[in-house]
């Protein structure tokens, strides 16, 4: 288990981010954890992980102001530096199943103008990337790991800060994951790599009922929840409002079975006083307009329960088709 974050500052002795980090670490045991943009002398907050039981260590001291790699790890763990500069650290892993790792600890340009200028060895790192097949790790928690930390209008959030693994890793640890810990005192966000970290695997995605889609109401609340203003970059807008339109459907939707039961009841009593309206008056109007609705709702309701069926009707025979009977 490892723990990564772009802490934006550790060289003030009264700066918020140590007691982060501290209530990060007692928590759960790391085996390594890898800072970013330390601002400050890799000796001076060596002493501070070293308390944590992070003896062993490799760094790059800032430039000024910015910059600053941290990595630490346990001396009883089998792990040991290969190479580092000042926009990744490579270890040496041989603790996990006998087999031998490799971990890359990779910290992009901080300024904007210096990464669309390019990092030197960027390009074959993609290449390498692409060739030997790395997934993206999935995750828990929150969508975004960086905010600008701008207000209204101009606050932008992104999903920086990731993690990949290959395919033999994840043959190994298929429970592999990450936790994205909430955006707070940093731009960034602290994330948490778990070899074994818990997957919800009943919970199970919500799926549109094509039979809403038969009815302008729920047309309606589709709409009004995509307009709905929401302060942020265009990925998150976008989040968002997928989040609120699904949200707004589901609703409807159990609202809507709820009624069902009942709906039948009333379409008895509807009917009824509407033929006894066409025997007493000879007025079929009111007859006319609850025959149309109970049609309507019925085509609604088979096409919800035969998406719920999940059977290949028509092209089984096992639908009221001119096919079917002609079996029959």
């Not at 003896?55 to 102001?65: C, F, L, R």
Request: aromatic share 14%; proline share 3%; hydrophobic share 45%.
């Amino acid at each position: 288990m490892g723990l990564a974050w772009n802490c934006r500052g550790l060289g003030n002795a009264l700066s918020p981010t140590i007691p982060k980090i501290r209530a990060l670490l007692s928590k759960k045991y790391y085996d390594f954890i890898f800072l970013m943009e330390t601002k400050c002398n890799v000796s001076s907050i060596s002493p501070l992980f070293r308390s944590f039981g992070f003896e062993m260590y490799v760094g790059m001291d800032a430039i000024g102001a910015s910059r600053g790699l941290w990595v630490g790890w346990r001396s009883g763990e089998k792990i040991s530096h290969v190479y580092s500069c000042m926009n990744f650290v490579i270890l040496r892993i041989a603790k996990y199943n006998g087999l031998l790792w490799y971990l890359v600890l990779f910290y992009g340009a901080p300024k904007a103008s210096m990464r669309a200028s390019g990092l030197r060895g960027a390009a074959v790192f993609n290449e390498w990337k692409v060739r030997i097949e790395l997934v993206d790790i999935p995750f828990k928690g929150p969508c975004f790991t960086w905010c600008n930390n701008r207000k209204g209008l101009n606050r932008v959030y992104e999903r920086i800060d990731k993690a990949l693994a290959s395919k033999d890793w994840f043959a190994v640890f298929p429970n592999i994951g990450l936790k994205h810990y909430p955006i707070q005192i940093s731009d960034h966000a602290p994330i948490e790599l778990d070899l074994n970290l818990v997957q919800n695997v009943n919970r199970k995605p919500y799926k549109l009922d094509s039979w809403a889609l038969e009815h302008e109401a729920c047309l309606m609340e589709i709409r009004e929840a995509w307009y709905v203003n929401i302060v942020g970059s265009p990925a998150f807008r976008t989040v968002r409002k997928l989040a609120l339109v699904r949200q707004r459907v589901k609703s409807w939707t159990l609202d809507k079975k709820s009624e069902w039961t009942q709906k039948w009841e009333d379409f008895d009593l509807r009917l009824e006083k509407g033929m006894d309206l066409v025997i007493r008056e000879g007025k079929d109007e009111e007859f006319t307009k609850v025959d149309e609705e109970v049609r309507a709702f019925a085509r609604a309701a088979a096409s919800f329960w035969k998406q719920r069926a999940k059977l290949r009707w028509t092209i089984d025979g096992d639908a009221c088709t001119k096919y079917f009977f002609q079996l029959g």
